[in-house]
Structure formats: C-alpha cells, structure tokens
C-alpha cells in the first residue's frame, strides 16, 4: 500500500492521526506502518461507543451434571472416552496469546515459573498432567498452541529450551491469533510508537478461526480428529483430554462440554454457564447482572451456581459454525501505553481506552447443547489470574501442594 492508499483508507475511517509521525520515520518505518496500515481492519472500532455488540436474550439456570451423578459413571465414561483418545479422535487446544498483564510480567504465562525447590513452569505442569492421558491410553495427543505477535517466538523457544517438557514434539503445533487495534474511548487508535499502531490479540474466541487461516482445521480432519478439548494456560491443575469428561459428553449424546465448578461467591471471576433463549450461553463474570447474582433456585442455593474453568470440549464438525465473524465483539476497559504528541511513551496507572475482543465462551451458544460438567475445584482449578492475593501464585501453590505435586 502506497502513502495516498494509505491517506484515503485512514481518512475514510477517521484515522488520520495515524500518519502525525510519518515524516519523521526512517525509510524502512514508512513501509512497515503502511503494511501495518494495509493489514489492519478498523471496523472493530466502531463498536466503542456502545461497549458491546452482545445483546443477551433471556437468560434461565442449567441443570449441571454434578460430582456425584458423575462418580456413579466413572468407569462408564472413562472407557468411553479412553477409546476415543486410542483411536486418535481427540486433540487439545491451548489458548496461549493472552499478555498476562495481571500478573505483571512481560513474559507469555505458561513461562512463569511457580516452583520453590525446582523450575515448575506453566506450560511444564499443562504438559505433564496431559502426559498422564497419553501414558493411560498408550498413545500421543495432538497438541495445538496458541500464540500471538507478542509471544510467537519466545514461546516456541521456550518449548525448544525445554524439550518440549518430555512431550513428543511431532504432536505439538503452534499457531498466531490475529491482533486488533486498540483504541481510546473515542474510538481513535493509540499509536505504540511513532511508526506503530498500537494492537492486541483479538481475544481467546479467535482461535479456530486462526486454525483455520493456518491449514490446521484441515489437518484436524485429515488426522480424524472428532473432538477438540479447548483449555486456558493459566491453571495449573488443568486436566486436558480427561477421558471422564470426553465419554460423560459422548455418552449423553451433547457436541459440547464445559467443566465447571461450584462459585465460591456469586461474583467471582468465572463466566456462568446458563441457558440463552433456550440455547446453551455463558454470561462473563462483567457483564452479569445483579438479578442473576442474586437469584435462587426452588431449594434456596444461588441459581447461576456454576462457574466455567476454561475447559471446553467441542465436536469439530459443529465448529464451523462457530467461525469469529459469528461470534460479538466484547469492548474491554483496558489500560494502553501509548506515544503522546512529542513522541515519548506513557503508560497509564488507569484504564485509557479500549480493546475489541471475541471470546471462546461465546462459542458455546452456537452449538446445540453443552454439558455442564461439574469437577472438584480443588483437583482441578488453580488458576494464576494475579501477582497476590486470590488467583496468584500463593493459591496456585497451595493447591498444587494439596494434590501431592512437588514443587
Ligand atoms: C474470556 C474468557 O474465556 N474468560 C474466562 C477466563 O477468564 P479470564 O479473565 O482469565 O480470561 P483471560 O482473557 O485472561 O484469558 C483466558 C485464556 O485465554 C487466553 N487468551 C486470552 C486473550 C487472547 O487474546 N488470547 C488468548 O489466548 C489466555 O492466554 C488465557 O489462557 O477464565 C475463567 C476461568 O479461569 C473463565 O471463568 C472465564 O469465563
């Protein structure tokens, strides 16, 4: 794209700003802002003004498959499941492009390091208790990673570094989301530096969309791969492609699940797993609403109980159904460093602008049904949201040594 192309394609989305530092880049930062500028889709922008494009319909409770319906199963679900994983059906999905600026660090999540005698990483405890699976069913698991810009490289040396943490190499695919601008509350966008607009990932609801852009929804089916456990990197109990879970879905004839637990309090920080128009839906824990916090069930226990951990498991032929420009674009409050009129970076102490997500939640309401599969929090939720406090690192830690594993 030349500067006119550039100049006619900013103008018509109020974006001129974008070019105030234009004559005073080098010859090589013209061509990378005006490729940025070529690449970037500003549409998103449009939508700052009114938060959300997610209008929810009415919203009522659904019933979760809880701990005891599940123990009287177990074995049942767990053959089940288990065949599926030796044929080869089954193949996890990481979702790793998030930034991690809750926990403070600059570093991808899964490289945090939450060991005290030893390195435990992250991506080492995601990949050890999936090896539990492979030794169980005597066979590798496709593991498909994903990145973006921020974290690309650095995370697929980590892994390099770290050989693969004692995984099979071969089985593990990394892949780039794509990033979306970000903009203030106006909708203009922030400029990163002078030759930059300022851009995040476009939010964990992108990823098989991503999939698609680089061929591996067509690798998914060459390989036979029915079900894709889709899951977040930063609990560190996570267990991926549970053969429990895989059956418990298969058994009860859904084409998708989602592990829950029970809320601690009714605002905490988990989406709610409840019914949409009928429909399967998950309202994320800032956009619900206080009716919902407060509302009881016919035994006087809060009816939006349960919370989802971040573990989804989705039938690959219903996915494409599901593809980004389907799914409403969140507008999230978020604090963006950014280049002032002289040229020097500031990096607000408050939220400044906004940044345009799609979320894998959503996903879920365009499916025909979900199972709400309901695991013990204390196996199987430590999440590393925050440097202390709740979700940090001192809980994650507790709960790792709760469950016998040393770190
Ligand atoms: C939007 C979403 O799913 N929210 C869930 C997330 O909240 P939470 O607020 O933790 O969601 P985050 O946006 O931090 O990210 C969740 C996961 O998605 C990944 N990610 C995020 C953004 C992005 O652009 N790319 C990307 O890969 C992160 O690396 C992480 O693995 O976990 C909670 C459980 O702990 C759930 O109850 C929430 O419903």
């Not at 409770?61 to 809880?66: F, H, V, Y």
């Not at 128009?277 to 939006?304: N, Q, W």
């Not at 963006?336 to 939220?351: A, E, F, M, Q």
């Amino acid at each position: 794209m030349n500067y006119k192309e550039a100049y006619e394609k900013l103008e018509k989305c109020g974006q001129l700003h974008v070019l105030d530092y234009y004559e005073r880049l080098t010859v090589p930062e013209k061509e990378a802002l005006l490729e940025q500028i070529d690449n970037t889709d500003f549409k998103v922008l449009k939508y700052c003004k009114n938060n959300t494009t997610n209008q929810k319909g009415e919203i009522a409770p659904l019933i979760a498959m809880q701990i005891s319906q599940i123990e009287e199963n177990r074995e049942r679900y767990t053959a089940i499941g288990l065949e599926e994983i030796k044929k080869g059906k089954v193949a996890a999905v990481l979702l790793a492009g998030g930034m991690g600026t809750r926990l403070g660090s600059d570093s991808p999540k899964g490289m945090f390091d939450i060991g005290i005698t030893r390195p435990v990483y992250i991506f080492q405890r995601i990949i050890e208790n999936l090896l539990d699976v492979v030794k169980d069913a005597e066979t590798w698991i496709h593991l498909f990673v994903m990145t973006s810009d921020k974290n690309h490289e650095i995370t697929m040396e980590f892994f390099e570094e770290q050989e693969y943490f004692g995984y099979n190499k071969a089985f593990v695919t990394f892949f780039k989301q794509e990033m979306v601008p970000a903009s203030d509350y106006e909708g203009k966008v922030y400029m990163e530096e002078m030759g930059k607009i300022s851009t995040s990932p476009n939010g964990n609801g992108g990823w098989f969309t991503s999939m698609s852009k680089w061929g591996l929804v067509d690798t998914v089916k060459k390989n036979g791969i029915e079900w894709l456990n889709v899951f977040a990197v930063d609990n560190v109990l996570q267990r991926i492609a549970d053969p429990c879970f895989v059956g418990a879905v298969i058994a009860n004839g859904c084409v998708s699940g989602a592990k829950v637990v029970k809320k601690k309090t009714p605002d905490e920080r988990v989406g709610t797993l409840c019914l949409e128009d009928g429909r399967p839906s998950i309202v994320e824990y800032y956009e619900l609403t206080e009716a919902m916090k407060e509302a009881k069930d016919e035994r006087g226990e809060p009816a939006y109980n349960f919370g989802v951990i971040l573990n989804y498991l989705f039938r690959v032929k219903d996915l494409d159904v599901t593809t980004e420009d389907k799914l409403p674009l969140h507008v999230v409050e978020k604090k963006i460093p950014y280049i002032d009129k002289s040229g020097k970076t500031v990096s607000p102490d408050k939220p400044n602008g906004y940044k345009y997500e799609t979320l894998v939640l959503d996903m879920i309401h365009h499916v025909d049904n979900c199972l709400s599969y309901e695991v013990e929090r204390d196996r199987e939720f430590a999440p590393i949201k925050n440097a202390v406090g709740v979700d940090s690192v001192d809980t994650a830690r507790e709960l790792c040594r709760e469950n016998g594993i040393v770190l």
